[in-house]
């Protein structure tokens, strides 16, 4: 029966035949697929919609009209690439970790100490997971970072092993790719091979479905289409961890288009789904149009049972096991099963070879790990699980699970969920309050939980019983009363609130930045790679963020900045802070630090500084390096895990500091420095007067702080050392938006912002005028900056004020050239 479309999907069909590209935000039961159907029906053109796996795109095949292929990545990608290895790919189904070994010439063990080795098997079975992890990504090459993290091992022992498996990763992608290859080939490979060719769609529109959870591999290939884009999805529902916060709808430079009329379910469940919406920081409301009345309400029989984890649904497993309810797990218990069968062998005295606990000698090992160490909080619902059933009690619920067709009830975890539906859903285990903080205020709640929770709500079609989520009046609550002091937060620190007052005002006086995050990407198309340390898989970016921040105002003549200063002067006599070491060793860091900036400010003030020989130019970005960490002590009050200042003894001195420095972070920090060669030029042949590093403004104390990087002849500037600028978008756009704002007073002439990409050496920049206009406003700027400096004034006014922050307003640094 043909339906009749709403205004929203006939909107959709129009901005589609007008020709132009789309992001159709399609929340819960919106009628996706009937959309595009719509669209695909409007137009003779010849379309091609990728689905997100092969089931779905067989249904379309169904449903699109003949002009419309419906295929998945993989099979466009087998058609082009992988058939050329078909024979591979048929030949035997899997090469045994040992053969592999064997191939990559890995003849020997690992030795890490305390009895634990990682076998050649185990090195076999993580060069090939490197692979993989490298498939997926969009980098050229495979790199340490790659290497998959491995419980039980510190972060020196992880770039340790991760750097001699990249030799063998190295040496085995050049085999899987070599005609005569002997590796096992796969899916992912051809995959890659494919997206590495910047393969030309034959289409003239293509349609990505799913396109939130799409991995950054395919999004690239899409993005660099000049077909007409559409990309579908619901950015609310993104719960796989390809990237940390944005999806390729959010950040796609096109119209942006919201089916929000639900099919599935009626205005209760929609006003649940709703408020779950807006925990994920998403503008999207839905209403509730579907067939069935919904409710909200308890039930003892559910269809289906919703968890968090693994082992909160085996919770609930053996629950309906013990009162005789046929239950299903989604997914089946395989991966239970295997790491109880691992928990029986360690308790027994065995070693494992379960990927995931291989390096432990013993149960007790395991459960030390996940008491004292963060790596393991992924393991610790798992071990919790054991120790409160036994492995066998969960070896045998797992053989009494029931086929789904069988089943009265089905658990499964919310990721599991995704894309299903049932009449009646009860939320169970694991979807917990966030604890409270030091105050006994409650900490956010996570935007990436909150989707995952509005997935679960949002697979209800008649009742929904929400009882594993009954903590969240009392959350919102509590919230509620703490909400305004969020003006205490730093700038960068308030955007990430959706609820903060910065974050408000932008919302409402620059409320559009899809033209500039469509401008910023489109910069991004041509640009090299970002060069990054290849061999390390942890370095440390925080470290060298800072240090070529640093580097980059030494260039210009600009000295280190603020809060350097305080992070040294925090080891004076008196100044304690938590967990500082003892005096003698405070002491040797006050030396140290003083040293530091003296020898900073000799290398300014030396005329002959830009001329300076290699060993002069290396001995000074060690110092940037170093540098880093004493920041890092000011900005957050303590000396944290891996700080280098960690190490200090009695005895340490600048010199040792120094030498510290690993040889990656000085060959990355003069990589960037290098590329900043040309781009940079003009900007630091300008005269001293000209340019001011760390800016303050007139603003910055009406919150938390804000001190830009740059303003060099009016442009203001911040370096952005990321590896994937596609991340950057909204976040950074209201980052310079603020800035602007806050210098009230016009202190400093700001007529142009941008972004410089400090590892592909591009600098990205508007004219203020150009920069407001596409965010959406006409105000002009003096206006917008009155508005802004009344609208902080007043949130700070109903507040009582919060002192957390470790960094007075200082002047900024002052130029010596
Ligand atoms: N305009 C409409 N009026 C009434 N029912 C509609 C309309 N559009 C879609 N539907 C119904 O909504 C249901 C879901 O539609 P569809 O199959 O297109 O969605 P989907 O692609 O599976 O994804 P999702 O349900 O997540 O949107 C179907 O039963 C469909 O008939």
Redesign the pocket.
Known sequence: MA????TE?QAAREVFAAGQDLALV?G???????TLVLMGASTRRRGLYVAFNRSIAEDARHRFGPNVQCRTAHSLAFQAVGRRYSDRLNAAARIPAKQTARILGINRSIDLGRDRQITVTHQARLVMSMIRRFCYSTDQQVMAHHAEPVNGLDTDAQNFLARILLRYATMAWEDITAPKGQLKFDHDHYMKLWAMDRPVLDADFVLLDEAQDTNPVLEEVFLSQDAQRVCVGDPAQQIYGWRNARDVMTGFPAQHLHLTQS??FGPQIAAVANRWLKHAESAMQLTGHGPTASRIGRTPHPDAVLCRGNADAMAEVLAFLDLGIPVALTGGGSALQRIATAAMELKSGKRTTHPELFLFTSWEEVQEYVEYDSAGQDLKAIVGLIDTYGPDLILQAVDRLSPPEHAQVTVSTAHKAKGREWESVRIGKGFDAPLADEDGIPRDLNPAEARLIYVAVSRARRLLDPEGLAWIDDYEKSRAATGRSLIGLSLTGQLKHPSSPVSQFMQTHLPDTTAIEGDYLAHLTGLPHPVQPIEVQYPDWSALGHAIDYRLRLSFGGRLGPAVHLGVLAFEEGGHFPGSPPRPVRQALLTAGHQLLANVEAYLTDPDRRHKDIRAQEAVTRLCYVAAFFEDLARTGHIRRNSLLGTATPTTTLADLSAMVPGHAVNDIHQQIHLAGKPLASLRALPASAKVCGPLFAGSSDLGGADADYILDGLLLDCKATTRPRRLGREEIYQLAGYLLLDYDDHYGINRVGLYLSRQGALITWTVEDFLRRLGTTAPLPLLRRRFRNHLRAAHNQTPKTADLHIPPAPPSTMTS
Not at 3 to 6: L, S
Not at 28 to 34: M, R
Request: glycine content about 14%; overall charge positive.
């Open positions: 339906i009749e479309p709403t999907q399609a819960a039961g919106t009628g996706k697929t009937s099919f599935r």
